[in-house]
Nanobody, 126 residues
Framework: QVQLAESGGGLVQSGGSLRLSCIAS????????MSWFRQAPGKEREFVGA????????FYADSVKGRFTISRDDAKNTMYLQMNDLKPEDTAVYSC???????????????????WGQGTQVTVSS
């Protein structure tokens, strides 16, 4: 069993930066893919980015490509989401997710993930 917990959210001005953390307890190395999703009020959950151990590949939504970066620190069982040049439309609750099996190209599908954190609020003011 794996538990995920996010931190690092907050209020930031447009153009600012934040770094979110997702700490995993349990079998961190058993998660072949870990991802970030976000959900704004009244909107569906949206894929942000994913990191797959297979080939150490990263994938990002077009809306954040070039501004957001995912990284992992295995020694700390932690995944990060560095968010730069934040925009008001980035305002949402950000959640990390972990897949307990190989999911191939289905990294943007929330149903691919077995484990979820509780989420952390990111608010970007204009």
């Amino acid at each position: 069993q794996v538990q995920l917990a996010e931190s690092g959210g907050g209020l930031v001005q447009s153009g600012g930066s934040l770094r979110l953390s997702c700490i995993a307890s349990g079998r961190f190395f058993s998660l072949p893919t870990m991802s970030w999703f976000r959900q704004a009020p009244g909107k569906e959950r949206e894929f942000v980015g994913a990191f797959s151990w297979s080939g150490s590949r990263s994938f990002y939504a077009d809306s954040v490509k070039g501004r957001f970066t995912i990284s992992r620190d295995d020694a700390k069982n932690t995944m990060y989401l560095q968010m730069n040049d934040l925009k008001p439309e980035d305002t949402a609750v950000y959640s990390c997710a972990g897949a307990n099996r190989r999911i191939g190209d289905y990294y943007a599908n929330p149903s691919s993930y077995a484990y979820w954190g509780q989420g952390t609020q990111v608010t970007v003011s204009s």
